[in-house]
């Protein structure tokens, strides 16, 4: 595993963190320097218009006095780079990223500089399709059309405190003659189009003569909006360990099929590939790889081949499940290597999602002599953990925690293979929650960042960036995609609630204040579209399920996400100091609360219609009642009758996976047995299948399909936040813990749930519904905690390390209320 040097430093205790994003004057200075060297480095090749997708290789040879101290290379390309120091790979990227706010690579290449001379190689691919960037077409999800350059600016400093620059210049050589060839355009992973024959010899290395290149000539910077540091850490490249070989095919014979495990059948259990290397290949032949674990990787070849051979690879979700044949629908794009002569080696420019790789000989004869997959993803460790009684909830919240480990990128993407796009309801209200609760990521000096926010941070200022002259902000970013999809009113609502969220979590203002016009602007075009019923008129809720999708009426769902959106932002206007939109807002999400239930009410059903579509309310909707719970619109006289036919529809066939992450939710929040039980009821009914599936991440949909999805996990959340019960009680600045198990009908739960003042341990025991709650507690340094037990105050005992607790009835959960400080605590409940 690589050890990666972030451009973003962290601090890994909560006291750094709540200033994390006020970066020091002298470090905010430094970055702006180099910034404003970096803005005026830009280069391209005169040769290569912009409009035109190419491969170009920029090359720079520096001499060193001796081995550096210290070398930090700062990178920016559009659309994308791989670079080489002196012939061995560095790193690739940059972070995806909207025109108007680029940010820049830092990468530590020290340790790749050696005395004497040295040679710079970056490869940029220029990603475009030569058409307008507004014309609606999919393009690619994670690549903006605009412009090509690079920009690099590298500062080194030697032993004895000497120091060298060196920035992007006309002094730069580079040539488009090269391996890389345009390709095929997908909506995710970017195939390779690769002729190992176009190669003028090994560019990347010291002793090349690029003498007959032509020279870079110098470019506008402002073609780009204002650089600055990547807020991300770089991603964490780990190859893949080991892969199996589950099918050979030779030429024409009948595929050599391997079981997936000793005993499967009558077949013998597939093998380690490196222990069945070197495999010749024909044309016609075809191998087929196990990753073991669904990934998101490149692939390398080492192999031999006569010069014109020719390979093919792809990528599968499924080969067991699929009759042993690779199932690669979702998985688009085929990458094409073509041989020149003798020992090579093959190394693919873009990651794909994949648990299976096919390896396919269409012409000439190849020799694999190595083939390796590189997992390349968010450098996230888990520290969050989860046991208890049942053995299919442990697998269920494991699915979880794999799937959002394999999407998370260089954003949260909704799937590691169909689209890999940044959207905005998967990360608000998935993917971000479980990464919040069971990882962490780098911090400064080796520490850990507990429930590490800077990819969420992310994804809320790329939606940001992406408000239109109407107002409104789009589903997902960057990309140029603009079709049923790009705009989603619901998502807008969650993007606003998710500020206000990551206000709470980090105790930052500065992302809120950057955000601050894009979110009037969007809550603007809502208070527009108030009826004379005081509803907003809009599509509804657009997720599949809802028997109201898409359709533009006064919907229920669509306004109940509206006045959530409009409270958040009171509160968000009243830590700006913006009282006048504070009063507005909070206004406006009061009206249209009273709204909703004088006008959306359904005495007879005891629950919300649907809408009111042509002055009529339509039927009521499971959609309504989950999501007017959720958003807090729901009056106290009505509350009981909501959550009643919410659980009477609990398992309906309406709801998709994604849509359990509220509903789960709506069920913790009503505090009674019979929500536990139906909770856990309806995770294992539903998820049961994904358990036992051979990718062993969550789909997208109850049916196989895309295999690896983010909407499928919300049970993780669930089983995490509210059975092992722990939680963040008011903003991170008050240091408090709110620990509240829901365990429904376990007798026994266990693990570590990640908060922003460090993980916490809890272990539960109930072996009998009506008996005692034992229970162990490990509250973090500088923390204290609420915990609320089940049972009346009256009725029940506590006692904590030995002695009877002080307790209170808590008003608004009816539990019992204990107060706990830091450390380690053991007690019990005694009925």
């Given at each position: 595993?690589?050890?990666?040097?972030?451009?973003?430093?962290?601090?890994?205790?909560?006291?750094?963190?709540?200033?994390?994003?006020?970066?020091?004057?002298?470090?905010?200075?430094?970055?702006?320097?180099?910034?404003?060297?970096?803005?005026?480095?830009?280069?391209?090749?005169?040769?290569?218009?912009?409009?035109?997708?190419?491969?170009?290789?920029?090359?720079?040879?520096?001499?060193?006095?001796?081995?550096?101290?210290?070398?930090?290379?700062?990178?920016?390309?559009?659309?994308?780079?791989?670079?080489?120091?002196?012939?061995?790979?560095?790193?690739?990227?940059?972070?995806?990223?909207?025109?108007?706010?680029?940010?820049?690579?830092?990468?530590?290449?020290?340790?790749?500089?050696?005395?004497?001379?040295?040679?710079?190689?970056?490869?940029?691919?220029?990603?475009?399709?030569?058409?307008?960037?507004?014309?609606?077409?999919?393009?690619?999800?994670?690549?903006?059309?605009?412009?090509?350059?690079?920009?690099?600016?590298?500062?080194?400093?030697?032993?004895?405190?000497?120091?060298?620059?060196?920035?992007?210049?006309?002094?730069?050589?580079?040539?488009?003659?090269?391996?890389?060839?345009?390709?095929?355009?997908?909506?995710?992973?970017?195939?390779?189009?690769?002729?190992?024959?176009?190669?003028?010899?090994?560019?990347?290395?010291?002793?090349?003569d690029d003498s007959a290149w032509e020279k870079a000539a110098p470019i506008d910077g402002k073609q780009w909006g204002p650089l600055r540091a990547r807020r991300i850490p770089l991603l964490r490249e780990t190859e893949v360990e080991p892969l199996y070989l589950v099918q050979r095919q030779i030429g024409s014979a009948d595929p050599q099929n391997y079981a997936d495990k000793p005993g499967d059948g009558q077949r013998e259990a597939k093998p380690?590939?490196?222990?069945?290397?070197?495999?010749?290949?024909?044309?016609?032949?075809?191998?087929?790889?196990?990753?073991?674990?669904?990934?998101?990787?490149?692939?390398?070849?080492?192999?031999?081949?006569?010069?014109?051979?020719?390979?093919?690879?792809?990528?599968?979700?499924?080969?067991?499940?699929?009759?042993?044949?690779?199932?690669?629908?979702?998985?688009?794009?085929?990458?094409?290597?073509?041989?020149?002569?003798?020992?090579?080696?093959?190394?693919?420019?873009?990651?794909?999602?994949?648990?299976?790789?096919?390896?396919?000989?269409?012409?000439?004869?190849?020799?694999?002599?190595?083939?390796?997959?590189?997992?390349?993803?968010?450098?996230?460790?888990?520290?969050?953990?989860?046991?208890?009684?049942?053995?299919?909830?442990?697998?269920?919240?494991?699915?979880?925690?794999?799937?959002?480990?394999?999407?998370?990128?260089?954003?949260?993407?909704?799937?590691?293979?169909?689209?890999?796009?940044?959207?905005?309801?998967?990360?608000?209200?998935?993917?971000?929650?479980?990464?919040?609760?069971?990882?962490?990521?780098?911090?400064?000096?080796?520490?850990?960042?507990?429930?590490?926010?800077?990819?969420?941070?992310?994804?809320?200022?790329?939606?940001?960036?992406?408000?239109?002259?109407?107002?409104?902000?789009?589903?997902?970013?960057?990309?140029?995609?603009?079709?049923?999809?790009?705009?989603?009113?619901?998502?807008?609502?969650?993007?606003?609630?998710?500020?206000?969220?990551?206000?709470?979590?980090?105790?930052?203002?500065?992302?809120?204040?950057?955000?601050?016009?894009?979110?009037?602007?969007?809550?603007?075009?809502?208070?527009?579209?108030?009826?004379?019923?005081?509803?907003?008129?809009?599509?509804?809720?657009?997720?599949?399920?809802?028997?109201?999708?898409?359709?533009?009426?006064?919907?229920?769902?669509?306004?109940?996400?509206?006045?959530?959106?409009?409270?958040?932002?009171?509160?968000?206007?009243?830590?700006?100091?913006?009282?006048?939109?504070?009063?507005?807002?909070?206004?406006?999400?009061?009206?249209?609360?009273?709204?909703?239930?004088?006008?959306?009410?359904?005495?007879?059903?005891?629950?919300?219609?649907?809408?009111?579509?042509?002055?009529?309310?339509?039927?009521?909707?499971?959609?309504?009642?989950?999501?007017?719970?959720?958003?807090?619109?729901?009056?106290?006289?009505?509350?009981?009758?909501?959550?009643?036919?919410?659980?009477?529809n609990i398992g309906s066939n309406e709801f998709m996976p994604f849509q359990y992450a509220y509903c789960l939710e709506d069920l913790a929040q009503m505090n009674s047995d019979a929500a536990d039980f139906a909770a856990l009821d309806v995770i294992r009914r539903r998820w049961e299948s994904m358990s036992r599936f051979e990718t062993q991440t969550t789909w997208e949909a109850f049916g196989p399909g895309e295999n690896c999805h983010d909407m499928?996990?919300?049970?993780?959340?669930?089983?995490?936040?509210?059975?092992?019960?722990?939680?963040?009680?008011?903003?991170?600045?008050?240091?408090?813990?709110?620990?509240?198990?829901?365990?429904?009908?376990?007798?026994?739960?266990?693990?570590?749930?990640?908060?922003?003042?460090?993980?916490?341990?809890?272990?539960?025991?109930?072996?009998?519904?009506?008996?005692?709650?034992?229970?162990?507690?490990?509250?973090?340094?500088?923390?204290?905690?609420?915990?609320?037990?089940?049972?009346?105050?009256?009725?029940?005992?506590?006692?904590?390390?030995?002695?009877?607790?002080?307790?209170?009835?808590?008003?608004?959960?009816?539990?019992?209320?204990?107060?706990?400080?830091?450390?380690?605590?053991?007690?019990?409940?005694?009925?």
């Amino acid at each position: 595993m690589k050890k990666r040097t972030s451009s973003f430093i962290v601090g890994g205790t909560i006291a750094v963190s709540f200033f994390l994003f006020q970066t020091a004057s002298t470090g905010r200075a430094e970055e702006l320097t180099q910034a404003a060297a970096l803005q005026n480095s830009f280069i391209w090749l005169p040769s290569v218009p912009s409009g035109t997708q190419a491969y170009v290789v920029f090359r720079k040879a520096m001499q060193c006095k001796q081995t550096p101290q210290t070398a930090k290379l700062n990178v920016f390309t559009d659309s994308r780079y791989l670079m080489w120091i002196n012939g061995k790979y560095v790193d690739r990227g940059p972070c995806r990223f909207d025109p108007i706010g680029p940010e820049y690579d830092t990468l530590d290449v020290a340790q790749f500089l050696q005395p004497g001379q040295n040679v710079i190689a970056v490869l940029v691919h220029h990603y475009h399709d030569g058409k307008a960037a507004d014309n609606g077409d999919s393009f690619c999800g994670r690549i903006m059309r605009h412009a090509p350059g690079l920009a690099a600016l590298l500062e080194v400093t030697d032993a004895d405190g000497s120091k060298q620059s060196i920035r992007s210049d006309a002094t730069w050589r580079a040539s488009s003659k090269n391996r890389f060839g345009p390709g095929a355009f997908t909506w995710t992973s970017i195939p390779d189009n690769m002729d190992a024959r176009r190669d003028e010899g090994d560019w990347t290395s010291v002793s090349f003569d690029d003498s007959a290149w032509e020279k870079a000539a110098p470019i506008d910077g402002k073609q780009w909006g204002p650089l600055r540091a990547r807020r991300i850490p770089l991603l964490r490249e780990t190859e893949v360990e080991p892969l199996y070989l589950v099918q050979r095919q030779i030429g024409s014979a009948d595929p050599q099929n391997y079981a997936d495990k000793p005993g499967d059948g009558q077949r013998e259990a597939k093998p380690e590939i490196q222990k069945a290397l070197p495999i010749e290949l024909a044309a016609g032949s075809h191998v087929v790889i196990d990753a073991g674990r669904f990934v998101q990787a490149y692939s390398a070849i080492d192999m031999e081949a006569d010069e014109g051979s020719q390979l093919e690879l792809t990528y599968a979700q499924t080969f067991f499940g699929s009759g042993n044949k690779p199932d690669g629908w979702q998985c688009p794009g085929v990458s094409r290597y073509t041989a020149r002569q003798g020992r090579q080696t093959f190394v693919g420019g873009d990651t794909f999602g994949c648990k299976y790789m096919v390896v396919r000989c269409t012409a000439g004869t190849v020799r694999l002599l190595g083939i390796r997959l590189v997992d390349r993803v968010y450098p996230f460790d888990v520290v969050g953990k989860f046991s208890c009684n049942d053995p299919l909830l442990n697998a269920i919240w494991q699915l979880g925690v794999h799937t959002i480990q394999v999407v998370s990128e260089d954003a949260y993407v909704d799937c590691a293979t169909r689209e890999r796009v940044e959207w905005l309801g998967d990360a608000v209200m998935v993917s971000y929650p479980i990464s919040r609760l069971t990882m962490a990521g780098p911090g400064a000096d080796g520490k850990p960042y507990w429930s590490d926010p800077r990819l969420f941070g992310n994804t809320l200022r790329h939606m940001g960036q992406s408000v239109g002259p109407d107002g409104r902000v789009k589903a997902h970013h960057p990309s140029n995609r603009w079709d049923i999809h790009g705009y989603i009113e619901d998502y807008s609502c969650v993007w606003i609630s998710g500020i206000r969220t990551w206000q709470n979590n980090t105790g930052d203002l500065a992302l809120v204040r950057e955000m601050w016009p894009a979110v009037t602007a969007q809550l603007k075009w809502f208070l527009d579209r108030r009826t004379e019923r005081g509803l907003v008129l809009a599509r509804e809720f657009t997720f599949f399920g809802n028997p109201l999708a898409y359709k533009v009426c006064e919907g229920a769902t669509l306004n109940a996400f509206v006045a959530k959106a409009l409270a958040d932002s009171a509160q968000l206007a009243k830590l700006l100091g913006d009282s006048s939109r504070e009063c507005e807002y909070a206004e406006a999400s009061q009206a249209l609360t009273r709204a909703i239930n004088a006008n959306l009410w359904d005495e007879a059903a005891g629950t919300y219609s649907g809408s009111v579509t042509d002055g009529k309310q339509t039927p009521p909707t499971a959609h309504a009642a989950a999501i007017c719970l959720f958003c807090g619109v729901v009056p106290a006289e009505r509350l009981q009758k909501v959550e009643s036919y919410l659980l009477k529809n609990i398992g309906s066939n309406e709801f998709m996976p994604f849509q359990y992450a509220y509903c789960l939710e709506d069920l913790a929040q009503m505090n009674s047995d019979a929500a536990d039980f139906a909770a856990l009821d309806v995770i294992r009914r539903r998820w049961e299948s994904m358990s036992r599936f051979e990718t062993q991440t969550t789909w997208e949909a109850f049916g196989p399909g895309e295999n690896c999805h983010d909407m499928g996990s919300p049970p993780t959340i669930y089983l995490s936040r509210h059975v092992l019960g722990v939680g963040l009680d008011g903003p991170v600045a008050d240091r408090r813990l709110v620990i509240e198990p829901h365990l429904g009908d376990l007798k026994h739960a266990e693990g570590v749930v990640v908060t922003e003042l460090g993980p916490v341990s809890v272990s539960w025991d109930r072996p009998a519904a009506d008996g005692p709650l034992g229970f162990e507690l490990e509250i973090p340094n500088g923390a204290t905690a609420r915990l609320l037990l089940p049972g009346a105050s009256k009725d029940v005992r506590v006692t904590i390390d030995g002695q009877e607790a002080v307790k209170t009835n808590d008003a608004t959960t009816g539990r019992i209320s204990v107060e706990l400080g830091e450390g380690k605590h053991r007690g019990e409940t005694h009925p």
